[in-house]
């Protein structure tokens, strides 16, 4: 196809849900949620026929060296000694990332329709805004780019929780503020290092010249210390924003406080953010070092499980429940990422697409029943199926994606995290038998919820209301159902491609640690600590 078309379609993806911007300002409010709705689909729309024409594209291999079937690049900004290129771009691992994104906005306007009463111009602005920012994020090839889109997404994430949440919005709002800067401070700080670094008065934010230098040895700073420090800004950054324990303590008030467009942007889309870090950053410019931390990363990922797990079976509020579910269910992604296995690293990938999805509609779902109940308290529901049949079929369906019933899409992803990380020859398989623990005790905190809510006798709060889904919150849902019947039924388009992007990362990281090229400075001039090390990191493999 030819690079000026996949140029276009590459950048109406990433760019019109802003243009519909300046069209809802200067339009009359009653028809806000229109060009909201037509300027988030588009995306969409575009994403799909990109998807489909990536379906049909063959190995990246083959077209070019830099992995990518569609990608664009073109000068940015230059100045003095800085070269600042525009350069995006779509491989098997965010192909499903871009897809997941467009496919959730559209349903989060529809849901705001008559919902989104306050300063509803605002609203609409700030969802194709954070739209726009996170397809930014999940298509970024150049390291200034990538971190622009990533605090991007910080001021109307904020403005959902601290404008349109809960009681105690605006301390939850702080709380994921502070953390998120914080992180992405520490990060920008080595994103700088690194692009001073590759060439001696030069700064470059090129993601494959950082990455091919890297691989060379040729980066004169690129010592053992440096690179740990390296990689554990780039890790903070993103253990953060997924979050992985003990970085998840903004995480269970900001998901409970934020009104529901809010939670299921976090959980389902931003979360994503984290995980699609450490796979496209932390593994292929740092292998020796995620080798070297694999363990104890795997360690905090299966202590999410549990303690998740833990903390989801002891809770009442229906949100933070789905909130340390789905901290439970991060850390699956992350013990998969950090496997050093394709089958884990893949599954990692279908599981961050079915989690997005299941974790949506679980939020959806959640908000609906507050709204008629104005209630978040498990006790206060009982007897809904005998009112309520379609909300108890939608919400039956998304509790075994959840949990991983065969046939579902929950049970792809984690089935070959389990596979993969129990094989693994870098971290040891009792990872893999702590974290099949945390998926019994998924099973102890969702179906003990859906049994409390769902059957009993009906309860007045629930007897004289009128409850069951209305046609448009049917249709809401309807897409999110299929996709988790499609993905647990039928997971080869998926992984077909999938497997191409994470092949691509395992063959980058396995060069590597088959060649270590750690450090530009002789060997005999490699100090004794830095020498055992590498004994060290060689040891792992």
């Known amino acids: 196809m030819n690079n000026e078309w996949i140029t276009w379609l590459l950048n109406a993806t990433l760019f019109a849900p802003i243009v519909g911007i300046p069209l809802i300002l200067l339009m009359k409010r009653n028809t806000a949620k229109y060009l909201a709705f037509g300027f988030s689909l588009l995306p969409l729309l575009v994403g799909v026929a990109l998807h489909s024409l990536y379906r049909l594209s063959p190995d990246p291999s083959l077209l070019y060296d830099k992995d990518f079937v569609f990608f664009s690049e073109s000068l940015w900004f230059t100045m003095d000694n800085i070269n600042i290129k525009y350069m995006i771009g779509v491989d098997g691992i965010s192909a499903y990332m871009v897809l997941l994104t467009t496919l959730i906005f559209p349903i989060l306007v529809l849901y705001s329709w008559g919902r989104a009463e306050k300063q509803e111009k605002l609203y609409y602005v700030m969802l194709l805004l954070l739209e ?11 390291l200034l780019m990538f971190y622009v889109f990533f605090e991007m997404v910080l001021i109307p994430t904020c403005f959902f929780i601290g ?43 090129d993601y494959f010249e950082i990455r091919n230098a890297i691989a060379a040895g040729t980066i ?40 529901t467009t809010g939670s299921v942007i976090l959980a389902a889309l931003l979360s994503k953010m ?6 496209r950053f932390c593994l292929p410019y740092f292998p020796e070092m995620s080798m070297y931390f694999a363990p104890f990363i795997c360690t905090l990922a299966v202590i999410s499980i549990v303690y998740g797990g833990y903390l989801a079976v002891v809770q009442t509020n229906l949100k933070k429940m789905i909130a340390y579910a789905s901290l439970s269910h991060l850390g699956f992604i992350t013990l998969g990422i950090f496997s050093f296995s394709e089958a884990a690293l893949s599954g990692a990938v279908i599981q961050m697409t ?19 109940y104005k209630t978040k308290d498990i006790r206060n529901f ?19 994606a959840t949990l991983g019933l065969p046939g579902l899409s929950g049970f792809v992803g984690e089935f070959m995290i389990l596979l993969g990380s129990f094989n693994s020859s870098a971290i040891s398989s009792a990872f893999a038998i702590v974290a099949a623990l945390g998926m019994v005790i998924g099973a102890v905190y969702l179906l003990n919820t859906f049994r409390r809510m769902m059957f009993g006798e009906v309860v007045e709060n629930i007897k004289n209301k ?38 691509r990362v395992m063959k980058i990281v396995e060069s590597r640690l088959e060649n270590p090229q750690l450090t530009a400075t002789p060997a005999n001039e490699i100090p004794q600590d830095r020498i055992q090390e590498l004994e060290v990191i060689e040891a792992t493999k």
């Open 132 to 142: 726009t920012g996170i397809l930014g994020f999940f298509l970024s090839l150049d």
């Open 163 to 205: 404008l349109w949440g809960g009681a105690k919005r605006e301390q939850a709002s702080m709380k994921f503020f502070l953390y998120t800067l914080v992180g992405s401070l520490v990060m920008l700080v080595a994103i700088i290092y690194l692009g001073l670094n590759v060439r001696e008065g030069y700064l470059t934010t």
């Open 220 to 259: 004169p700073a690129f010592s053992l210390e440096a690179q740990k420090w390296l990689f554990l800004a780039f890790f903070a950054g993103f253990a953060i924003k997924l979050p992985l324990f003990p970085l998840h303590t903004w995480q269970p008030l900001t998901y409970a406080e934020s009104g």
């Open 274 to 279: 984290g995980a699609y870090g450490f796979i």
């Open 354 to 372: 079915a989690h997005g999805i299941a974790t949506a509609a679980l939020f959806l779902l959640a908000g609906m029943l507050f709204e008629r």
């Open 382 to 400: 009982q007897g809904i199926a005998k009112v309520a049949p379609r909300f108890t079929l939608f919400f039956m369906i998304t509790v075994l």
């Open 466 to 503: 009128m409850f069951d889904l209305r046609k448009r919150e049917v249709a809401l849902v309807m897409p999110l159902i299929a996709f988790m019947f499609f993905i647990g039924l039928y997971a080869t388009p998926f992984l077909s491609q999938i497997n191409k992007g994470s092949d």
